[in-house]
């Protein structure tokens, strides 16, 4: 018998994690949202406060006198999510109280409506870790564009016609923007690795000060694919580039995961009913095809995601098989 | 002893001395003067808070909205924009019933662009469902402040204090600020019982259906109602705690022989007394001061106008389309009392205009029986207005 006292990282991967969101709430199968916050939460524990925007994750959480949030929890507007998490954090400070707090918003309600909110959040260096549900569009409501919605994708405010191929804007870089308040830490994270999020969840609470994790967040409703694809269609979006997975530490890149083998962009959108209308045989679709292509490039670029070309001994990469990526290769 | 002091320097001292954890807000004239003096008093060590300048009104609001809501007692001013600013908090702050305290520096709303004093702000978040307090004087609004902390965290209401911008705000009166074991003794530390805490979580500010909302929104009607006997309470343990008396809902004063009542809220109130004792040839006239605005306190109402053929409601603020809010209310209220007084509605000193002395025999001239129903703008300059706009 080994009566030595265990590894304490082994013991804590066969405990079981907390579930700080639990099960029986009214998310649609395969919502990002609903894993976002269920593997953020697993990452905090119970000592949290959490201060939930309006949207998809307050909606289907919480119909009274139900609720799935097993933290105490507290929900106030839409655009209001850092300023309310900002006071609960001043009262913790004024009452000598250490406990963390987390705020959950949508891309709307970060990138569009709660953003002055977010800003003085930010640049008053509360100790709060601001989580974005990025799933791309104003989902709760019907899936209308937001200002996180990628260029030529179909919402019901964007739609494709004949003198339009969807979205006309591009995608705001909402992480740069966060980043460019000199905030110790500001990450994206995506819910097809969830190693990576907790990693990034447990980073972000170390910190004294305020935090952003960006977290993509498939919405099979919004997105238009089945709800059981959402983490490989989640995992395309990194494998591919358009979504880099990025740490940066006082605005500068300190961290990426590599992509060994980047994939073309249409292996994620053809698998997306949004981006539809950009496989039609027709000129037009074919440029927005080679633009959003030209995005992703230049994420890759930017951001150096191919690293030194592939490593068959490489463990960090999105898609190796140790991060469950190969299944395509 | 008393000192001279600013309005709103005696309303930060005031608010200091009832300890509040967190203090939220942003500047807006005639409102910045009370957090800046906040902001002195932590500065220099005589104020022990969070004090978070927040980068909107909209934030001012959901901080100690947050604040409270964490357990921490929490203060914010504003004026004006800044009310109609934060107006879907206030509804939220209220909705959730979630104790803490404002001071609305009363001014004119846009446009066009006025800073000067009148109750337009107060007025456009009356169904807000907050108890809403209107102070005739700077003492009175160092009082209330103290009164407000401890009605909100007893009714579990946040509670607006109105003061009059600039009238109030920015007057030097000898001011007798209270004793800090008075505020102490009056005012227990802050305990809410459905704080988020991590030992006994719950979840605020739920999704809630058809199915129970009429239930919420009753309950909380009810609340607001029952807020009277609150009010009342903190201005009657004050005064006995001090010696001071506040008014508490409804304040009322004049020869037994008066049929004539002026009706007002705020600091015109003291225009009006002294307009009265510098015209004894009037005719007697009972001086009737709305202390609280909401909860509308009916029945001290009725008892303050007994008696009265005449009842002249003096308006800071209009609604465009129907009037004067405070002539309609009280005229809808006394519709079916067989003793009625005739009710009269004017506006007056919109936008910060001075109301002078004259203001008194104006109205009680204004207010004839062949006009009933008339509200109309009492300092309206007419020759100033093209011919159609007159």
Redesign the interface.
């Known amino acids: 018998m080994d009566h030595q006292c265990p590894d304490p990282d082994r013991l804590r991967l066969r405990q079981p994690r907390f579930q700080g969101l639990t099960s029986g709430h009214r998310a649609c199968a395969g919502c990002g949202a609903a894993i976002t916050a269920r593997l953020v939460l697993e990452a905090t524990g119970?000592?949290?406060?959490v201060?939930n925007a309006t949207g998809c994750l307050?909606?289907f959480s919480?119909?009274?006198?139900e609720?799935a949030?097993?933290?105490?929890?507290?929900?106030?507007?839409f655009?209001?999510a850092?300023?309310?998490?900002?006071?609960?954090?001043?009262?913790?400070?004024?009452?000598g109280r250490d406990?963390k707090v987390i705020a959950f918003g949508g891309d709307g309600g970060t990138f569009d409506i709660g953003f002055?909110?977010l800003?003085?959040m930010l640049?008053?260096y509360h100790n709060v870790l601001y989580v974005c549900y990025d799933n791309e569009a104003y989902m709760n409501t019907g899936v209308q564009r937001s200002s996180s919605t990628p260029h030529a994708a179909r919402t019901t405010t964007s739609p494709p016609g004949k003198a339009r191929m969807g979205k006309r804007h591009l995608k705001k870089d909402i992480l740069s923007i966060v980043a460019a308040h000199h905030i110790p830490y500001a990450a994206t994270a995506s819910v097809a690795y969830p190693p990576d999020l907790r990693k990034k969840v447990r980073r972000a609470l170390a910190i004294e000060g305020p935090t952003f994790l960006h977290v993509h967040s498939p919405c099979p409703l919004g997105w238009g694919h089945d709800g059981a694809l959402s983490i490989e269609i989640a995992r395309l979006a990194v494998e591919t580039g358009m979504f880099p997975l990025i740490e940066l530490e006082r605005g500068g890149v300190t961290g990426v995961m590599p992509i060994r083998n980047p994939r073309p962009v249409a292996e994620y959108l053809r698998r997306q009913a949004r981006f539809r209308h950009l496989f039609q045989d027709d000129a037009k679709a074919r440029e927005e095809l080679e633009h959003l292509q030209a995005i992703a490039d230049h994420n890759i670029e930017f951001y150096g995601l191919t690293g030194h070309g592939p490593d068959a001994l490489d463990t960090e990469g999105a898609d190796t098989a140790h991060r469950g990526g190969m299944r395509w290769a | 002893m008393p000192a001279a002091l600013e309005g709103s320097q005696a309303i930060a001292r005031a608010v200091a001395l009832c300890r509040p954890?967190?203090v939220?807000a942003y500047p807006i004239t005639p409102q910045t003067h009370i957090v800046e003096n906040i902001s002195k008093l932590v500065a220099d060590g005589r104020f022990d808070?969070?004090l978070?300048?927040?980068?909107?009104e909209?934030?001012a609001a959901?901080?100690?909205?947050?604040?409270?809501?964490?357990?921490?007692r929490?203060y914010t001013a504003s004026s004006s924009q800044g009310i109609l600013l934060m107006t879907?908090?206030l509804y939220?702050i209220s909705g959730?019933r979630i104790p803490l305290v404002l001071t609305c520096a009363n001014r004119a709303v846009s446009a066009p662009l006025n800073i000067w004093n009148d109750q337009q702000d107060a007025m456009a978040v009356r169904d807000s469902g907050w108890i809403m307090l209107f102070c005739a004087d700077n003492q009175e609004a160092v009082d209330t402040t103290v009164q407000a902390f401890r009605i909100a965290e007893r009714t579990e209401l946040p509670v607006m204090v109105c003061v009059d911008g600039f009238t109030l705000t920015h007057t030097l009166e000898p001011i007798d600020l209270p004793s800090q074991e008075d505020v102490d003794a009056f005012l227990p530390p802050f305990e809410f019982e459905r704080r988020?805490?991590?030992a006994?979580?719950?979840?605020?500010?739920?999704?809630?259906?058809p199915e129970?909302f009429p239930e919420v929104r009753h309950a909380n009607y009810q609340a607001l109602l029952a807020a009277e006997a609150e009010i009342e309470a903190a201005a009657r343990d004050w005064a006995g705690l001090v010696g001071r008396e506040t008014g508490a809902l409804v304040e009322a004063d004049g020869p037994g022989e008066a049929r004539t009542g002026v009706l007002c809220m705020g600091s015109i109130h003291g225009t009006l007394e002294a307009a009265r004792a510098a015209a004894p040839d009037l005719e007697p006239v009972r001086l009737i001061r709305l202390r609280c605005f909401r909860p509308l306190p009916l029945a001290a109402i009725e008892a303050a106008c007994a008696g009265l053929d005449r009842l002249i409601v003096l308006e800071r603020a209009i609604a465009p389309g129907l009037g004067g809010v405070l002539t309609t209310e009280l005229r809808a209220f006394f519709a079916d009392r067989a003793d009625a007084p005739r009710i009269y509605g004017f506006a007056v000193g919109l936008g910060g205009r001075d109301v002078p002395l004259e203001t008194l025999g104006r109205a009680l001239a204004s207010s004839a029986a062949d006009n009933p129903r008339h509200f109309a703008v009492l300092d309206l300059e007419p020759e100033k207005l093209p011919e159609e706009d007159r």
Do not use: Y
């Open positions: 119970p000592d949290v406060l201060a307050e909606v919480t119909p009274w006198p609720s949030w097993r933290v105490p929890w507290i929900h106030s507007l655009e209001n850092g300023s309310v998490a900002a006071g609960m954090e001043a009262a913790l400070k004024a009452q406990t002055r909110a800003s003085g640049e008053r | 954890q967190v939220a808070c969070e978070v300048s927040v980068e909107s909209f934030s959901s901080v100690v909205l947050g604040a409270a809501a964490a357990g921490a929490a879907e908090v939220d959730m988020l805490d991590p006994r979580p719950i979840s605020q500010g739920t999704l809630v259906s129970w």
